[in-house]
């Protein structure tokens, strides 16, 4: 059964950028699955889709986040990363890594205060 797990720091401050590594194991990052995805849950509020990334590399970003959202991939580390520049403490929020066949990690908490 394939993982997922979160990983990076816990607080970031302000207009700094939050980055996050997703590490698979159990499957093969690239053969087994087509895209892997990024989704945060803020406090009190419903989850949030941020964005894809292929196996090819290609990503898809939400429109609301786009232009300070980066993913990619390592593929010899079974990894992705999630780059989120310019935060805000809006940007407070659980984050999950997840595959295109809804495995989840258990989602770390991210937040952002100065």
């Known amino acids: 059964q394939v993982q997922l797990q979160e990983s990076g720091p816990g607080l970031v401050k302000p207009s700094q950028t939050l980055s996050l590594t997703c590490t698979v194991s159990g499957g093969s990052i690239t053969a087994d699955y087509s895209y892997w995805s990024w989704i945060r849950q803020p406090p009190g509020k419903g989850l949030e889709w941020i964005g894809d990334?292929?196996?090819?590399?290609?990503?898809s970003y939400s429109p609301s986040l786009e232009s300070r959202t980066s993913i990619f991939m390592d593929t010899s580390k079974s990894q992705f990363t999630l780059q989120l520049r310019n935060v805000t403490p809006e940007d407070t929020a659980v984050y999950y890594c997840?595959?295109?066949?809804?495995?989840w990690g258990q989602g770390t908490q991210v937040t952002v205060s100065s």
């Open positions: 997840a595959s295109q066949l809804g495995d």
């Open positions: 990334i292929a196996y090819s590399g290609s990503t």
